[in-house]
């Protein structure tokens, strides 16, 4: 079993400013507001011109991870940026679009308008499931910025971290967790969620059944390819304007999954190859979990994309 994920490159400086590419005069850098810089992406509000009042991703070849020896590890498991990848940002796009015209084939709602270069899109405007702190008075408070959802087929990655009495590879049946974002993401419950205020039970339900959707048509679309996803995340967040639907935001990519190769399941769909395949370590009271061998972002375009 192969986990998916970006092979080891040089650390370089992240450029100040990237994805200037335009497509028949629909928008300028200079009627752009940038609206937020992630750990992946940058998001501009286009001012002028076709898709006046939509957004532009554009996508870097920033990466995460973690040091080790000195040197990056790059795993979208992690969160933290640990240098660039080049060409990496044009791959997440292709990636992205790939599958936001997939899901919309199938029916399932996204953000997503068009492509617009090698490395930017173009969606409608979203607001994140988020929470203003309902008491700014006290110290230590702080709004929940973000949410993102996790679906995971398979036991590793983080919730291996934190169930290590779960065999690695173990078949999981799609759960499904929610998450805070931020510098350090928290694991939330759903029942908190509904308490705090941030989500009502119904909306709960719709968004725990359009994951598992997504995570579905997701995971076929690999099985036809010969691969299997391990796990994944997804962003949702709710339109702007009109009824304020929750849909799918932010991206699908080799940054929001985890996926193997030569992955094979016993009679209870337990990876029966984890063992030649993932290898943990625990030292300093610190666990960390990957696969032996790791495929390019450039070996999935060639699979997918070509």
Known sequence: MTLTGFACARAIPVPANSGNNQ?????????????????????????????????????????????????????PGYDVVVGDIPGKGAVACKFATYFFRLLKEQGIPSHYIDTVSDNAMIVEPATPISMPEEAPQYAGSAPLLNLEWTWRNNATGSFWRRYPFVKPGKNLHTVVEAWTKGDSDILITYEALEAAGVMTRQEIDYVDTLVRDIATVVSDEFTSKGLHVIDGKFELGRLKGGDGKIVLIDEISPDVLRVCDGYKADDQGDCTVAGDCIETKYADDKRTIRGANQLTAAELEKIFLS
């Open 23 to 75: 497509k028949d005069g629909v928008f300028s850098m200079s009627k752009e507001a940038l609206v937020y810089s992630g750990k992946s992406k940058d998001v501009f509000q286009i001012n002028e011109g076709t898709y006046e009042g939509k957004y532009r991703f554009v996508f870097t070849d920033r990466a995460t991870g973690y040091i080790e020896g000195g040197k990056p590890v790059f795993d």
